[in-house]
């Protein structure tokens, strides 16, 4: 490692600490989500796990740590403990050393492990009686071995810009966002990251995109919980998901729609009215669809809410993004599909740019409350538990699973 370290200039330990010197707390862990501790809280990084070296170790921990936790990304329920935690208890025990040492799990089922969970964890090492067994990132409502996380941390450096795009597969989100990385990465001295979200069957399914942009390096991988920046690339996701959470206060919210201005409050429900208020959004809409079918791309809205983006969140300027997004159009079409696809593409640009329109949110949604759907409450519509009973011929089983649907639509 010494001589790997001479060669790149990246200096790597058996074992690294990150955090104070004087530390009283700290996490051990190896894999995945050691940046994110890095970012948020103390830890020592295992970089060799095999052969154990328990004299490195030691020498790795602030000699005035008494409390560890110790996450493993693995679970085994036939074991005493996972790998990680057993052995770090065999190097105390064997030394006849005083430390605290509790357990918990990380990243199963690879659940994203974010900066407010490890927050959790020295929170529960700071309690007289630290919880063991734990598990961040799963809600345990069977085993109840899940640590609560009370806030969310934006650890981001300043100057760095976060945003989170919904699309769905076969719209192009996906596609002009590795290219938004790119163009960011080509065009500027600004480090870059980007993560997707998708499942197998990604055509028609729903889409996450999150990219970072910022002046120093990025060492968060887990998902964005305080964007910058939050585009709906489909409006009929503003019934089925909460866009809204993740943005930070003042974010910019863009929404692509074939609603204008004036209609946003009856096709908006009251939730999202609400957390737009709350968060003191900067809301934009387009109507990208009816663009897109004009121009002959069909769906293909992506180009013109990229163009969009790229206005809104300023991280290169303007004629710079044209420039560089209608080379990539070129490279891109003109080969294969010709110079007509390639100038209806540079035409989608071009709406994209000039075809946003900011909506002053109003202050009577603070106060929006949902209004019933018609004819979903038992209580109101005859549908209650006698109608239900005889609809399934008295068998009481599928009448109340019918009902607890009807509370589930109403609900939602």
Not at 308 to 315: C, E, H, P, T, W
Request: proline share 5%; aromatic share 10%; net charge negative.
């Amino acid at each position: 490692m010494e001589e790997l370290g001479k060669l790149t200039g990246r200096t790597y330990r058996l074992f690294d600490y990150y955090g104070a010197e004087d530390a009283a707390r700290m996490i051990v862990l190896m894999g995945s989500a050691a940046e994110t501790a890095k970012e948020a809280v103390g830890l020592i990084n295992v970089h060799l796990y095999r052969p154990f070296s328990e004299t490195h170790f030691l020498a790795a921990v602030p000699p005035t740590c008494r409390r560890t936790a110790v996450l493993d990304r693995t679970k085994e329920p036939g074991a005493m403990g996972e790998p990680l935690y057993q052995d770090i208890c065999a190097v105390y025990k064997e030394n006849v050393l005083p430390m605290e040492i509790t357990s918990g799990r990380y990243g199963l089922s690879s659940k994203d492990t974010t900066p407010g969970q490890l927050l959790a964890v020295f929170e529960n090492l700071a309690m007289d009686a630290p919880k063991r067994g734990f598990t961040i990132g799963i809600t345990g409502d069977v085993t109840f071995t899940s640590l609560p996380v009370t806030k969310e941390i934006d650890v981001s450096p300043i100057g760095q810009t976060s945003a989170v795009f919904w699309g769905m597969g076969s719209d192009g989100t996906v596609g002009a966002n590795k290219n938004s990385i790119k163009i960011t990465g080509n065009t500027t001295n600004r480090y870059c990251q980007a993560y997707f979200v998708y499942d197998s069957k990604k055509s028609g399914g729903l889409t996450q995109s999150h990219l970072r942009f910022g002046k120093e390096p990025i060492r968060t991988p887990c998902l964005i919980s305080a964007a910058d920046f939050v585009a709906c690339h489909n409006p009929s996701y503003v019934r089925q998901y909460d866009m809204v959470q993740n943005l930070k206060d003042g974010g910019v919210f863009l929404l692509n729609c074939q609603w204008g201005p004036d209609e946003l409050d009856a096709n908006l429900p009251a939730a999202m009215k609400r957390a737009l208020t709350e968060k003191h959004a900067q809301l934009y809409i387009i109507n990208a669809i009816d663009i897109a079918r004009r121009l002959g791309l069909g769906n293909r809205t992506n180009t013109i809410l990229q163009a969009a983006f790229f206005k809104l969140i300023g991280v290169i300027p303007v004629e710079q993004t044209v420039s560089a997004m209608k080379d990539a159009i070129y490279q891109s079409y003109f080969k294969k599909e010709g110079q007509a696809v390639v100038d209806r593409n540079n035409a989608s640009i071009d709406h994209g740019l000039n075809s946003l329109v900011r909506v002053e949110i109003p202050l009577s949604w603070a106060d929006e409350q949902e209004e019933p759907a018609a004819g979903t409450d038992p209580a109101t519509c005859g549908f209650g538990p006698a109608w239900a009973m005889s609809l399934f011929e008295d068998n009481a089983e599928y009448a109340y699973g019918y009902l607890l649907g009807q509370d589930a639509v109403r609900l939602q």
